[in-house]
């Protein structure tokens, strides 16, 4: 809009001047040519026929060297009409052809007619015309006089080579000065443009090796080795640097989480075994110590669930970073997930009963829908989901899971005929360590539940650029949506 709107304003502003300059200027010259006129009359108004011939020297005082006076007369008596003006008498001399050229002029425009017609009516003109013989004219006034010999038209023009830098009768895109601004202008928008261009496809080859650095990990090599821009030379060693921290940092947090739980689960092992022969050293009719006994089992089932569970959150972190992004058919992986939990095949449009929870899953599963990630990534999701729908939905229950494209997305939904979760709670439930359930430390219940899993979900699904929230249903029931945007070219 810039490169567009700036020239339109600066030439109509510039045209706008460019007209005012030329009108002040023909009226300094009508104004010059009316003043000759006006001078010629005394002598026009005594001549008669014989005095004609030197008419001719008398006008040299008045022309100058851009200035021509030329005189037209129709003799009294004769026939009106353009056709009754001759010629008489010209300063400095003018060839034929050029004032055969300028009368034929004159008689188009009517001027020659309304001088038959009223010869006393002065017409300031601003006429201009081409000389056959090279050249233009101004035809600045024409200035008519009846006297005994007839009407005669004095006509005052002026060369345009008096005002070269006027540009008189060109319109004014055609100007030279137009013109090289223009020329000069396009080139150094093309210049820009290009320079504009250029910076693009350096950051759009920049932001592409960015992509298949982080969809591909450590292997898809680094920025400086494709990065052709010199200005972005600084940039692009700083990010391999911030590449290579942040791959050296997953496999750390990997290492680390793997240390973190052979740490912790040793001692546990061995607290747990030590509760057992101080089980049975107790008399069993000691309830009061049996209780404090299962209370310590309890505890130490929560703290090896957290130990698994801090494990598992590092591991998924660690992926996040380094994991390679590729094509996953979503509807294959989600398949394989309800396969595995139920024990039993699952395929398109199929029922499974699982027997321990008495539930139906009703999976409805568009194939070939690829979206970019790991299959953990995606298994890990839909394991959560699930296991969070299996965690709240009653005996008899079903299970809906189903998978469809909308527009670039494939929409995943997995609805339970479970309490449904508070209006006020819905977006919570993705916060890390919230749960809806309420643990009991006498139960094992939900001794298995840190409140991480739908955290988990939510954080791969931004990874890969999707979308996650949750729904209640009518009358019951909770509905969880994901949208995951398609694979390039799926």
Request: net charge negative.
């Amino acid at each position: 809009m810039v490169f567009v709107l700036v020239p339109v304003f600066l030439y109509v502003e510039f045209r706008s001047a460019h007209e005012t300059s030329q009108e002040l200027l023909l009226r300094s010259v009508r104004a010059e040519g009316h003043t000759i006129t006006q001078s010629l009359l005394p002598l026009l108004t005594n001549a008669d026929r014989a005095a004609l011939p030197e008419i001719g020297r008398e006008l040299a005082r008045y022309a100058g060297e851009v200035t021509t006076i030329k005189l037209l007369l129709q003799p009294a008596g004769t026939q009106n009409g353009p056709g009754g003006f001759y010629y008489v008498a010209s300063w400095p001399p003018v060839a034929p052809s050029n004032l055969e050229a300028e009368r034929e002029i004159l008689s188009a425009q009517g001027v020659l007619d309304r001088l038959t017609g009223n010869c006393r009516e002065e017409m300031p003109y601003s006429l201009i015309y081409h000389r056959p013989t090279g050249g233009a004219e101004i035809v600045t006034a024409v200035t008519p006089l009846s006297t005994a010999a007839g009407c005669w038209a004095v006509v005052a023009s002026f060369s345009e080579d008096a005002f070269p830098g006027a540009h008189l009768g060109q319109p004014y895109w055609a100007t030279p000065p137009v013109i090289i601004a223009a020329v000069i202008y396009l080139t150094m928008a093309a210049i820009t443009l290009a320079t504009l261009l250029g910076v693009r496809g350096g950051l759009r080859r920049f932001a592409l090796r960015a992509r298949r650095i982080r969809e591909q990990g450590p292997g898809a090599g680094s920025f400086a080795d494709r990065d052709n821009l010199p200005e972005l030379a600084d940039v692009a060693a700083e990010f391999d640097r911030m590449v290579e921290a942040l791959h050296r940092s997953a496999a750390e947090i990997r290492q680390t989480a793997e240390d973190n739980a052979h740490a912790f689960k040793t001692p546990i092992a061995v607290i747990r075994q030590s509760l057992e022969p101080l089980r049975r050293a107790l008399p069993h009719d000691n309830q009061r110590a049996q209780r404090a006994i299962g209370v310590v089992e309890h505890s130490l089932d929560r703290l090896d669930g957290l130990v698994a569970s801090a494990r598992r959150l590092d591991e998924a972190t660690a992926d996040l970073i380094a994991k390679p992004r590729v094509p996953v058919d979503l509807g294959r992986v989600i398949g394989g997930v309800i396969q595995i939990r139920s024990g039993i095949l699952a395929s398109h449009d199929v029922s499974i009963v699982l027997a321990s929870h008495d539930l139906t899953i009703s999976a409805d599963l568009l194939p070939g829908l690829y979206v970019l990630g790991t299959e953990e990534m995606i298994e890990t999701v839909v394991e959560n989901l699930i296991e969070n729908a299996v965690s709240f939905s009653p005996a008899g229950g079903e299970i809906l899971v189903h998978l469809t494209r909308d527009r670039r997305f494939a929409h995943l939904t997995i609805s339970d005929q479970g309490p449904g979760v508070p209006a006020e709670h819905l977006e919570r439930i993705f916060d890390r360590y919230y749960s809806e359930r309420r643990t009991d430390a006498a139960s094992d219940a939900t001794s298995s539940y840190f409140g991480i899993g739908l955290w988990i979900s939510r954080r791969n699904v931004d990874a890969m650029g999707g979308i996650i929230e949750a729904k209640n249903l009518e009358p019951k029931g909770l509905a969880i949506h994901v949208r995951l945007p398609l694979a390039p070219d799926r």
